[in-house]
């Protein structure tokens, strides 16, 4: 029972947060979703998951880096889908091993303090795997050798060379979850989706031992202890409760104890520290960290202060036991990685009057030396690492390593060529069908650099710098007074079609889709707010699938059928009440219901429609017929949407099988490029942007999150970027505004419009604040920007459809000097209500842009035209004169002074010099 009373010197190790000024800022870590911790650290760096490429990039930077950071921070291009997990060498703080989605594992060598620019080129890849690769982890001892987990199968690899050394297939009933190393390297634990816990001996390829682990199947975690025979995991319990268990490997078949975390959903990180027996956990989206102390004896696990942060974690990572100031007390360091910042968060063990060393809180430590060769380990071997002092006045500089040393060894040249190659390049060790394909790269010692010694040298591009903030970012979004809605509207349809945007209202009239089997249409005069009595409809006698107003026709309205057939109405002129039953047109020539119909942005009675045919149909509204003009082929699935481009010359589609096609409607009926769109398959949007450079398409990510993706025209091979929203099942309608590249978008049954402003380079997603409501709305319709009151800086205006009402949102930038026409924020818009072309012009190949028109009112002058004042004179301070001068150079600069002084009245005659005589006469008196 003595031992359970024994005072430990790190019981009061407490962490310090620092301020801002001591985070790594203005990064963005998006939402990774994998078994990794997503962030890593050595002794000189530091490698954390970043939202770029869709989660394949990471952001590498040195460890002791602050400051806000932005779009400056150099990225590795890592891989081409989700880096699922990443880690350093223990012997080489330079050396960095990724997995991810793509089935690949990389080797990476990173320069001497950090990268200064885009690293795409790694040192070494491994062979590809059959599935995604979950976890990367080095082996403690041995140089060279990685653990890999691969789906239900364990590999060590010899990153010297490249080869697959052990394979242990199938040891999991389930996919891997987490995998972790005694400290010797002899053993290596593992827990699975399987609900089992398992100790291997890899070089056995056998199980020692195994035993149930957690009861449920959600993520777990496995940490051996050091050297001990003890082993920590975490979990679920079959109740959902998140559990900490220790175990014995030596009697394996019950946890020695079992500790109970709440009920929160995120997986348990666990950390341990074998010099101090510190054990720090932290939860994946939890805000606090939990130290623990481990004992030899019951109750093994002794609880420690619990600390809250300011951010949620969205990874963590401990740092390695060389890089600490232990002047300074500090016994651990963890490097927490939230939505926006990497933030250190030292644990520090108040001392008073420290002098000198510390070495009762810092015993000696692992070094930096592997203990045996990977052939050594592979032979049976079980060395331990030779330890270092952490007292500074012994403590060696961190310095990288020679390419020599702890870095995949280089393959003897096959001929001539090769040895005039230099020694340092990697390239060689790497197998011929590495370099296929690969861009050219200006990273001393690239891949390519080797393949091709005879392509000249890429000059570097010129960088252009976007800002990184949006000036629409403090855009106000809110509800316009009462007096100019429209409410109490009856049997609004709630189950539109997900391709169907759910509500269209030009200048003129609202169409709201009313509930039934009749496919019944309301028009409703928004110029007339107020109660609504019963007003006026369309009755088209099939469900209705979709609608849309003629641009250029405010009383025409097209809708698309259930039973396939295109229904052109025109509405009467005047007051009017019932329902109309006969339309002006009909359109047969699709087999199957019509997905949407969308008129053409500059040619009159052009409208394209797709069907459940998988075909596109492009139709010319002035014949009078029903015969289709164009058709459109090259579809495999359902289509959830097509975009026109801003000139009209291309029409871009979305399909279910998560191809981008690109058509020119006048030259071919099939697409002239293709792409990989969303992963999703549960519907989507797609929408021209930034001058029709680029695409940007709503739809879902694997992980059924909401998302936004960014594709180049000229290359839909890959995505730019990815913005995450949300998770819901509604699909985001996104109405983008060519004037300011700003998008709004939201979805059936949301409360919230998410807005951000799109960029032709990176980052290309800028935030803008967004509309929020308490209740729930049906869709949102934009109006044309010439309802737009400009003397309030308002650039955008929509109606929101709820189940009762159609309420008028107003779209605000916040301004100072209002009296000012600000034509930074209003250039001159198009005139998108008058046509270009008609429809015969446009199918004879005729090309035509819309007019502009400038939103200056006639009394207002422009924002640029006044002149800049000059800016006010800077305050004098004292100080200032006297905060960069020593007292020695004060001393100085006053000597100086007088003895100045007095040179200056070396020639001037004393005083007394210049007093005249008396004549010798006037004594005599």
Same mark, same amino acid.
């Given at each position: 029972?003595?031992?359970?009373?024994?005072?430990?010197?790190?019981?009061?190790?407490?962490?310090?947060?620092?301020?801002?000024?001591?985070?790594?800022?203005?990064?963005?870590?998006?939402?990774?979703?994998?078994?990794?911790?997503?962030?890593?650290?050595?002794?000189?760096?530091?490698?954390?998951?970043?939202?770029?490429?869709?989660?394949?990039?990471?952001?590498?930077?040195?460890?002791?880096?602050?400051?806000?950071?932005?779009?400056?921070?150099?990225?590795?291009?890592?891989?081409?889908?989700?880096?699922?997990?990443?880690?350093?060498?223990?012997?080489?703080?330079?050396?960095?091993?990724?997995?991810?989605?793509?089935?690949?594992?990389?080797?990476?060598?990173?320069?001497?303090?950090?990268?200064?620019?885009?690293?795409?080129?790694?040192?070494?890849?491994?062979?590809?795997?059959?599935?995604?690769?979950?976890?990367?982890?080095?082996?403690?001892?041995?140089?060279?050798?990685?653990?890999?987990?691969?789906?239900?199968?364990?590999?060590?690899?010899?990153?010297?060379?490249?080869?697959?050394?052990?394979?242990?297939?199938?040891?999991?009933?389930?996919?891997?979850?987490?995998?972790?190393?005694?400290?010797?390297?002899?053993?290596?634990?593992?827990?699975?989706?399987?609900?089992?816990?398992?100790?291997?001996?890899?070089?056995?390829?056998?199980?020692?031992?195994?035993?149930?682990?957690?009861?449920?199947?959600?993520?777990?975690?496995?940490?051996?202890?050091?050297?001990?025979?003890?082993?920590?995991?975490?979990?679920?319990?079959?109740?959902?409760?998140?559990?900490?268990?220790?175990?014995?490997?030596?009697?394996?078949?019950?946890?020695?104890?079992?500790?109970?975390?709440?009920?929160?959903?995120?997986?348990?990180?666990?950390?341990?520290?074998?010099?101090?027996?510190? *054990?720090? &956990?932290?939860?994946?989206?939890? =805000?606090? /960290?939990?130290?623990?102390?481990?004992?030899? $004896? +019951? @109750?093994?696990?002794?609880?420690?202060?619990?600390?809250?942060?300011?951010?949620?974690?969205?990874?963590?990572?401990?740092?390695?036991?060389?890089?600490?100031?232990?002047?300074?007390?500090?016994?651990?360091?963890?490097?927490?990685?939230?939505?926006?910042?990497?933030?250190?968060?030292?644990?520090?063990?108040?001392?008073?009057?420290?002098?000198?060393?510390?070495?009762?809180?810092?015993?000696?430590?692992?070094?930096?030396?592997?203990?045996?060769?990977?052939?050594?380990?592979?032979?049976?071997?079980?060395?331990?690492?030779?330890? *270092?002092? &952490?007292?500074?006045?012994?403590? =060696?500089? /961190?310095?990288?390593?020679?390419?020599?040393? $702890? +870095? @995949?060894?280089?393959?003897?040249?096959?001929?001539?060529?090769?040895?005039?190659?230099?020694?340092?390049?990697?390239?060689?060790?790497?197998?011929?069908?590495?370099?296929?394909?690969?861009?050219?790269?200006?990273?001393?010692?690239?891949?390519?650099?080797?393949?091709?010694?005879?392509?000249?040298?890429?000059?570097?591009?010129?960088?252009?710098?976007?800002?990184?903030?949006?000036?629409?970012?403090?855009?106000?979004?809110?509800?316009?007074?009462?007096?100019?809605?429209?409410?109490?509207?009856?049997?609004?349809?709630?189950?539109?079609?997900?391709?169907?945007?759910?509500?269209?209202?030009?200048?003129?009239?609202?169409?709201?889709?009313?509930?039934? @089997?009749?496919?019944?249409?309301?028009?409703?005069?928004?110029?007339?707010?107020?109660?609504?009595?019963?007003?006026?409809?369309?009755?088209?006698?099939?469900?209705?699938?979709?609608?849309?107003?003629?641009?250029?026709?405010?009383?025409?309205?097209?809708?698309?059928?259930?039973?396939?057939?295109?229904?052109?109405?025109?509405?009467?002129?005047?007051?009017?009440?019932?329902?109309?039953?006969?339309?002006?047109?009909?359109?047969?020539?699709?087999?199957?219901?019509?997905?949407?119909?969308?008129?053409?942005?500059?040619?009159?009675?052009?409208?394209?429609?797709?069907?459940?045919?998988?075909?596109?149909?492009?139709?010319?509204?002035?014949?009078?017929?029903?015969?289709?003009?164009?058709?459109?082929?090259?579809?495999?699935?359902?289509?959830?949407?097509?975009?026109?481009?801003?000139?009209?010359?291309?029409?871009?589609?979305?399909?279910?099988?998560?191809?981008?096609?690109?058509?020119?409607?006048?030259?071919?009926?099939?697409?002239?490029?293709?792409?990989?769109?969303?992963?999703?398959?549960?519907?989507?949007?797609?929408?021209?942007?930034?001058?029709?450079?680029?695409?940007?398409?709503?739809?879902?990510?694997?992980?059924?999150?909401?998302?936004?993706?960014?594709?180049?025209?000229?290359?839909?091979?890959?995505?730019?970027?990815?913005?995450?929203?949300?998770?819901?099942?509604?699909?985001?309608?996104?109405?983008?505004?060519?004037?300011?590249?700003?998008?709004?978008?939201?979805?059936?049954?949301?409360?919230?419009?998410?807005?951000?402003?799109?960029?032709?380079?990176?980052?290309?997603?800028?935030?803008?604040?967004?509309?929020?409501?308490?209740?729930?709305?049906?869709?949102?319709?934009?109006?044309?920007?010439?309802?737009?009151?400009?003397?309030?800086?308002?650039?955008?205006?929509?109606?929101?459809?709820?189940?009762?009402?159609?309420?008028?949102?107003?779209?605000?930038?916040?301004?100072?000097?209002?009296?000012?026409?600000?034509?930074?924020?209003?250039?001159?818009?198009?005139?998108?209500?008058?046509?270009?072309?008609?429809?015969?012009?446009?199918?004879?190949?005729?090309?035509?842009?819309?007019?502009?028109?400038?939103?200056?009112?006639?009394?207002?002058?422009?924002?640029?035209?006044?002149?800049?004042?000059?800016?006010?004179?800077?305050?004098?301070?004292?100080?200032?004169?006297?905060?960069?001068?020593?007292?020695?150079?004060?001393?100085?600069?006053?000597?100086?002074?007088?003895?100045?002084?007095?040179?200056?009245?070396?020639?001037?005659?004393?005083?007394?010099?210049?007093?005249?005589?008396?004549?010798?006469?006037?004594?005599?008196?």
């Amino acid at each position: 029972m003595a031992y359970r009373f024994k005072t430990s010197k790190f019981k009061n190790a407490a962490p310090q947060f620092p301020k801002r000024e001591g985070w790594l800022c203005d990064i963005s870590s998006g939402s990774p979703q994998s078994c990794g911790n997503h962030i890593k650290a050595s002794n000189a760096l530091m490698a954390f998951n970043i939202d770029a490429g869709g989660g394949s990039c990471l952001g590498v930077a040195p460890l002791d880096k602050t400051g806000r950071v932005g779009t400056a921070l150099p990225k590795l291009h890592a891989h081409t889908e989700l880096v699922t997990d990443l880690d350093f060498s223990p012997f080489n703080d330079y050396l960095l091993a990724t997995c991810s989605s793509d089935k690949a594992i990389k080797i990476w060598d990173i320069p001497e303090g950090g990268e200064t620019d885009n690293l795409s080129s790694p040192l070494l890849s491994l062979p590809s795997q059959d599935r995604r690769v979950e976890n990367v982890l080095f082996h403690p001892a041995a140089d060279n050798i990685l653990a890999v987990s691969v789906g239900k199968t364990v590999k060590l690899f010899d990153v010297s060379n490249g080869s697959e050394r052990i394979a242990m297939a199938d040891i999991h009933g389930d996919q891997l979850q987490g995998i972790s190393w005694k400290m010797d390297g002899s053993l290596l634990a593992t827990t699975g989706k399987d609900k089992k816990l398992r100790i291997l001996d890899p070089r056995q390829k056998t199980t020692a031992a195994e035993t149930n682990g957690h009861g449920n199947v959600k993520d777990s975690r496995v940490c051996w202890l050091g050297n001990a025979d003890k082993i920590l995991s975490t979990g679920f319990s079959m109740s959902r409760e998140r559990q900490v268990c220790v175990w014995d490997s030596r009697n394996f078949n019950s946890a020695l104890t079992t500790s109970g975390l709440g009920n929160s959903t995120g997986v348990i990180m666990p950390f341990f520290d074998p010099d101090t027996n510190m *054990v720090l &956990l932290a939860g994946k989206g939890d =805000s606090f /960290i939990s130290y623990v102390e481990l004992t030899e $004896n +019951s @109750p093994y696990l002794t609880q420690g202060m619990q600390s809250v942060c300011e951010y949620q974690h969205k990874g963590m990572a401990m740092v390695p036991k060389r890089a600490l100031d232990v002047m300074s007390c500090e016994v651990n360091r963890l490097l927490q990685l939230s939505q926006n910042a990497v933030i250190p968060i030292p644990y520090i063990v108040p001392r008073k009057n420290l002098r000198g060393f510390p070495d009762d809180l810092f015993p000696d430590t692992q070094s930096d030396e592997a203990a045996m060769t990977a052939e050594e380990w592979m032979d049976g071997a079980n060395n331990q690492v030779s330890t *270092v002092s &952490l007292d500074p006045a012994k403590k =060696s500089a /961190i310095k990288k390593k020679s390419s020599a040393q $702890n +870095s @995949p060894a280089k393959k003897p040249a096959a001929d001539s060529a090769q040895k005039q190659t230099p020694a340092t390049k990697p390239s060689q060790n790497v197998s011929p069908n590495l370099l296929i394909n690969k861009p050219p790269t200006s990273q001393a010692g690239g891949d390519t650099a080797a393949a091709a010694p005879e392509a000249a040298p890429a000059k570097p591009l010129k960088k252009v710098l976007l800002p990184t903030t949006s000036k629409f970012r403090h855009m106000q979004a809110a509800l316009m007074p009462r007096t100019t809605q429209i409410y109490d509207i009856k049997n609004v349809s709630i189950s539109t079609f997900g391709e169907c945007d759910g509500f269209h209202a030009n200048r003129k009239w609202a169409a709201v889709p009313l509930g039934g @089997p009749a496919g019944m249409i309301a028009i409703i005069d928004i110029n007339k707010p107020g109660k609504l009595d019963d007003p006026p409809s369309i009755e088209n006698s099939s469900p209705v699938m979709d609608f849309a107003w003629d641009p250029f026709d405010d009383d025409r309205l097209v809708v698309a059928c259930d039973d396939a057939k295109i229904k052109v109405w025109q509405i009467p002129q005047g007051e009017w009440t019932g329902a109309l039953t006969e339309p002006q047109m009909i359109l047969r020539g699709h087999m199957e219901k019509i997905y949407f119909v969308k008129f053409h942005p500059n040619a009159k009675d052009v409208l394209v429609s797709a069907s459940f045919d998988m075909t596109v149909k492009i139709w010319d509204l002035s014949t009078g017929n029903d015969d289709d003009r164009i058709t459109l082929q090259g579809h495999t699935d359902q289509i959830f949407g097509c975009a026109w481009s801003s000139d009209g010359t291309k029409l871009a589609t979305l399909c279910k099988d998560q191809k981008i096609r690109i058509y020119e409607p006048r030259n071919s009926e099939t697409p002239v490029a293709e792409g990989r769109g969303p992963e999703g398959s549960r519907g989507g949007r797609i929408v021209w942007v930034c001058d029709d450079q680029f695409i940007l398409v709503s739809g879902f990510a694997r992980q059924s999150q909401r998302c936004f993706t960014l594709h180049s025209v000229d290359n839909l091979s890959s995505c730019l970027a990815t913005k995450e929203i949300d998770a819901s099942v509604s699909i985001l309608v996104p109405y983008y505004d060519p004037d300011t590249n700003v998008v709004i978008a939201t979805g059936k049954g949301d409360t919230l419009a998410f807005a951000f402003e799109v960029v032709p380079d990176s980052p290309y997603f800028l935030d803008v604040s967004g509309f929020r409501h308490n209740l729930p709305h049906q869709s949102f319709s934009f109006l044309p920007k010439c309802v737009c009151t400009v003397k309030d800086v308002e650039f955008a205006r929509a109606l929101r459809l709820t189940k009762t009402a159609i309420e008028p949102i107003t779209f605000v930038v916040p301004r100072v000097k209002k009296e000012f026409f600000q034509d930074d924020l209003f250039p001159d818009t198009r005139i998108t209500w008058e046509s270009a072309l008609t429809s015969q012009q446009w199918f004879a190949g005729e090309n035509g842009q819309q007019k502009t028109m400038s939103l200056c009112p006639d009394n207002m002058k422009p924002l640029s035209s006044i002149p800049k004042a000059a800016p006010p004179p800077k305050k004098y301070e004292s100080k200032a004169e006297l905060s960069y001068k020593t007292d020695e150079e004060k001393k100085e600069e006053l000597l100086s002074a007088m003895v100045n002084k007095l040179a200056d009245k070396n020639d001037e005659p004393l005083p007394q010099e210049q007093f005249e005589g008396v004549d010798e006469d006037e004594w005599s008196d």
